[in-house]
């Protein structure tokens, strides 16, 4: 059985790209507070791309993998 690797290239998205509006615009992804993300888990992700960085950036929180992304924030 294999083990699921995380697609690089989204974990760097997560650790380069701006939250583009709202309470928290311009803070990276990775910064957000965990309460914003639970907002969204709650209210409803956007949908696109975004949304799908929000949702993985949530999942990445609550299951304690913040370490992940550690060494791309360098």
């Known amino acids: ?3 699921a690797q ?3 290239a989204i974990l760097q998205q997560l ?3 701006k ?3 709202g309470k928290y615009k311009d803070v990276l ?3 957000l507070p ?3 993300l639970e907002w969204f888990q709650r209210s409803g992700f ?3 791309k975004l949304g799908m960085l929000l949702e993985t950036m949530y999942v990445i929180r609550i299951n304690g993998l913040t370490q992940l992304l ?4 360098k």
């Open 1 to 3: 059985m294999e083990s």
């Open 15 to 17: 650790v380069n790209m």
């Open 19 to 21: 939250m583009p509006f």
């Open 46 to 48: 956007p949908k696109g």
């Open 70 to 73: 550690e060494p791309l924030k």
């Open 34 to 36: 965990v309460s914003y």
């Open 6 to 8: 995380p697609d690089p």
């Open 29 to 31: 992804l990775c910064d």
